[in-house]
């Protein structure tokens, strides 16, 4: 089982940018595949961006395509969101997730991590 822990979000104004991290322990973090997904008040939870084991494949939801990216470190087990040009819609707690394979749904994740609040106010 792979354990994640998030740092990172907070609060911004609108145009800001942010940055989530996720450290995962673990050896086996480079077999799988890792997302971010978010929740806001009284919504479902979502799927933000991923990427497979290697980072040679990314998807993005549509609402972040071109403001959100989504990064790994093998070498320190890390997963990345830099987040940027943010809107008042982006308001959630995010959470970094583990699964196999391409991790675009909430049924493919394996392990989730604590959840990290951002808030964009406008």
């Known amino acids: 089982q792979i354990q994640l822990v998030q740092s990172g979000g907070g609060w911004v104004q609108t145009g800001g940018s942010l940055r989530l991290s996720c450290a995962a322990s673990?050896?086996?973090?480079?077999?799988?595949?890792m997302a971010w997904f978010r929740q806001a008040p009284g919504k479902e939870r979502e799927f933000v961006s991923g990427?497979?084991?290697?980072?040679?494949?990314?998807d993005y939801a549509d609402s972040v395509k071109g403001r959100f990216t989504i990064s790994r470190d093998g070498a320190k087990n890390t997963v990345v969101l830099q987040m940027n040009s943010l809107k008042p819609e982006d308001t959630a707690l995010y959470y970094c997730?583990?699964?196999?394979?391409?991790?675009?749904?909430?049924?493919?994740?394996?392990?989730w991590g604590q959840g990290t609040q951002v808030t964009v106010s406008s």
């Open positions: 997730a583990a699964g196999y394979g391409r991790v675009l749904a909430r049924a493919a994740v394996r392990s």
């Open positions: 673990g050896r086996t973090f480079t077999t799988y595949g």
């Open positions: 990427l497979n084991w290697d980072g040679s494949t990314t």
